[in-house]
């Protein structure tokens, strides 16, 4: 039965949160990328997918071109295996115990950045009588999850041997931007340069990486430089970055009304006080479900065709709205974002108004908001 209530479309909004996925944004996105790099979109779903849900992403990705899978964790490329998403799939975040054996048997490419992660992959593969996948991952500039320069010639001879022992094939090298939405910035040459200097490394030790990839998103749409064979798309799956369409709608349905005089103190620490007489409406949505509990007081919301600002704390589980002196009507629903064509704030309004960037707002949103893609829940 609730699974039957589950594919039910939703004509309009439900009474209670929801995160709204527009999968032809999503479509639309990476066809941007595609064009703009002129090279193949890998889709990267980590963090369920932006909080678009990772496989609803991934699907609407690939359908729309994007030939490759990518996410951070070895559960999240599982996930995506266990779904029936048979694309090639890569994970770079990995512990040096993981379930190589797992990842194996799944036909998952696995990101290499020590030697330590080499030897334990070609033993887990050669207890399974099998070659595994691997991208070379040199650190092009961030000091955080690629080799160290210094290390990769010991790194690329290591790969080279577990070539030729069969053990491993060497399909990719991979690096990341630290600075890539400042395009001019000179890190980004620097990036480049070293990167291609570890790729001649790999070929010198015989290595033949076919997929060279170095960008994310905002490489992807500014840096032609770092495009090599492929880019690297997850923020601007969703529509982070410049140009893109915003695919995620956040709604609430209001849950209680009242009227009160100037001069009420509202919520917690009585942070903020009415200065006239109004209607407060109640959201059921707190930062237990990624609504920023430290916001600008300008933050608001879309309610009743007006925006409305968020009065004193966020609570966990929700938040008060100053609906103005003629309030709402039942069963009215608040937008808190969306792609900003009917006058809701965006992400990036939220973003600035809690201090941090689109992708803290829409990953942060919680397991308690329903999913709703393209009008099903
Ligand atoms: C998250 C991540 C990406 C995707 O970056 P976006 O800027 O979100 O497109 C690509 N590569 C690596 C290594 C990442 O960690």
Known sequence: MSALVAAQ???RPAPRPELRVDT???AANVRAAATSSGVAVMAVVKADGFGAGAVPAARAALAA??????????DEAVALRRAGLAAPLLCWLLPIDARWEAALRLRIDLAVASHAHLRAITRAARRAGVRARVHLHVDTGMARDGAPLGAWPALVAG??????????EVVGVMGHLARADEPADPSNAAGVRTYRSALDAALAAGLR???RHLAATEAALRLPAAAFDLVRIGAGLVGIGPGLRPALTLTAPVVLTRRVEAGTPIGYGHTATTERATTLALLPLGYADGLPRRIDPRAEVLLGGRRCRVLGRVSMDQAVVDAGPRGVRP???ATVFGPGDDGEPT????ASWAGTIEHDVVTGIGARVARVVDGRA
């Open 9 to 11: 479309p939703v004509d």
């Open 24 to 26: 032809t944004a999503i």
């Open 65 to 74: 071109g994007a030939t490759w899978l990518g996410t951070a964790t070895l």
């Open 159 to 168: 790969a080279a041997a577990a070539e030729r022992a069969g053990l491993v």
């Open 209 to 211: 990486p076919t997929v």
């Open 331 to 333: 069963g009215a629903v």
């Open 347 to 350: 992400a990036a309004d939220w």
